[in-house]
Every structure is written in C-alpha cells, then in structure tokens.
C-alpha cells in the first residue's frame, strides 16, 4: 500500500549515476556541471500522484518542468518549451538554482518517467539524455527503419573492430581519411552530428544523398560555417535537436525494455568521481560512468 504524503515532504531517497561537465572546459565548452540522469526507486508518493506507487523505478532525465500550455507542451514536445526547467543550473521560480543529482529533495510526476522492471537502473540512468537525444530526432526525421544501414564516422582507427564486432554496424569511416570518405559520398539519408568541438561540415554533407538530413546534437561553442551550394545541389536539410519530451522518453524506455537494451557503464562510488572525471578527459571509459550514489551497487574501487 502506498504511503501518502505532501508534495513538500516528497523526496527521493536512492538513485542512481548522472553525466558530468566540468568549469574547466576541459570536457565540455559549457560551464557548470550537469546532474542528471537519475534512477530511483519510488518510497513514497504524493496524495496526488497517479503514475507511480511505492516500489516503482523511476528515473528523471534533462528536465524538471515546463510551462505545460504552450502549443510545444500540449504537442508533448516540453523540451522545446520556452519556460521549459532544467535538471540543473535553472534558475526556479520558487528559490534557488536547481542542484539536479545534488538535491536532497526532488518532486516531479510529469516529469519522470516509469522504468519497467527488466532494465537495470544503472544500465538505464544514461538513456535518459544521452539516448533520448539521439532517439528523438532519429524517430522525427524518419531514420528509424528496420533493416537501416549504420556507418559509424570517427576520427579514431582503434575504434574500428570494436565497434563492428561488438557494436555491430555496418560501416566504420575514419574522419580525415579522405579516400574513404570520397567513396562514401552520395550514400547516406541521414547523419546524428554528436560532436561538440568546431569540425568541418562540408565533408559531412557531402556523405549525404539527395534530400539527407544532417542532424546536430552537439554544442560547438565556435559557430561552424555553413557551405550553402552543397545542400542546395542536393535539397540537403542540416537541423538541429534536444533531448525529447516525456512521452517521446518514455517510448524510448519502453522500447529499450521491449529489445532488452541498457548502456555499457562502469559504475563507481562516490569518492571515484575526480578520477572518473580525469579518466573522462583522456577518453577511458566505455561509455558512460554511473555513481551509485546510495552505495547499494558493489564496486571494485
């Protein structure tokens, strides 16, 4: 039975691993750390809440609220609401900044989503941006087809076997190899860009066939240039997505749980992070790391 409180007196109490930013710029360009991607049990709910009860899971990712009217809200796109609230370092109208992971206390209904039984919560935590972020644009634009071809495109040779072997896609091109990517050319319907640094994009629109969709995720803080004939050549789109609205996340989730698939992580406590985030620089980690923040996950550190 579930035990009912107040909205005030709401909180979660075990959760699970966030994606991190540094102030240094040394991981990413943008200044402030990011808490999010959490999972949790639900231990309590509040006397108006009807989507979860006492021994759910529950997990929250980018976002905490939104305006809930405007016409991206009623279209179940929140994340493009203007008064959409982040995770983390948002400004809230009822007091300080909002802490994301940090928070000793969280309430959300609308904003979290229902973790089926069969994915485990550490494997999850990282879905909730970082697969969402790609999920959501892949389904808009139309490159979610059974049977697609994926290529992976790296700037990285060493990641080449492992990324067919164990990962299993079709095609692996190296970035700045120019005869791959010449013979590559005129192939592709669409492109995921995750690349947060400044990089080229006349070599990446030129992989596209006609009418393919180059999407960006990343965040390059130096605007790139925009080489206008190519995509007119070809009726080319370049657009960009964020994140996804909480249906749109909870289709993913439910997906995954359907397919049996959850993130490759390393989950660590606690007092690992300065080294996690050293380890992140260098680019040693496969792929995400995950805190247990409430210490019930074994760890070898």
Not at 37 to 50: Q, R
Not at 178 to 189: G, I, R, Y
Not at 234 to 251: D, F, P, V
Request: aromatic content about 6%; some cysteine; glycine content about 6%.
């Amino acid at each position: 039975m579930s035990q009912e409180i107040s909205v005030a007196e709401e909180q979660a109490v075990k959760a699970y691993g966030w994606a991190a930013r540094d102030s240094t710029q040394v991981l990413s360009p943008f200044h402030f750390t990011r808490r999010h991607e959490i999972v949790s049990e639900a231990t309590k709910v509040g006397c108006n809440v009807t989507k979860f009860k006492v021994g759910d899971m529950a997990g929250v990712g980018c976002m905490v609220g939104s305006c809930r009217s405007c016409d991206n809200c009623t279209q179940d796109s929140e994340n493009y609401c203007p008064k959409m609230v982040w995770m983390y370092n948002n400004p809230n109208k009822d007091g300080p900044r909002t802490f994301g992971g940090y928070s000793n206390k969280l309430v959300v209904e609308h904003f979290a989503v229902q973790i089926p039984e069969n994915l485990s919560l550490q494997g999850t935590a990282p879905m909730l941006c970082a697969r969402i972020t790609v999920y959501g644009p892949m389904r808009y634009f139309g490159l979610i087809e059974p049977g697609a071809k994926v290529t992976v495109i790296s700037t990285s040779p060493n990641k080449k076997k492992e990324a067919m072997e164990q990962l299993g896609v079709d095609e692996f091109l190296i970035s700045h190899d120019p005869e791959q990517l010449k013979a590559a050319m005129d192939t592709m319907d669409g492109i995921i860009d995750t690349v947060s640094v400044p990089h080229p994009l006349l070599s990446l629109i030129q992989l596209l066939n006609t009418n393919g969709k180059l999407i960006l995720l990343g965040a390059p803080v130096q605007p790139p240039e925009l080489p206008v004939f190519p995509l007119k050549l070809g009726r080319k789109l370049i657009a960009g997505s964020a994140t996804g609205g909480m249906k749109e996340t909870q289709e993913m989730i439910d997906f995954a749980a359907k397919h049996n698939i959850t993130a490759d992580v390393e989950v660590i406590p606690m007092d690992y992070v300065n080294t996690a985030l050293e380890r992140v620089a260098k680019a040693d980690v496969k792929y995400r790391f995950v805190i247990d923040v409430a210490n019930t996950l074994n760890s070898p550190y």
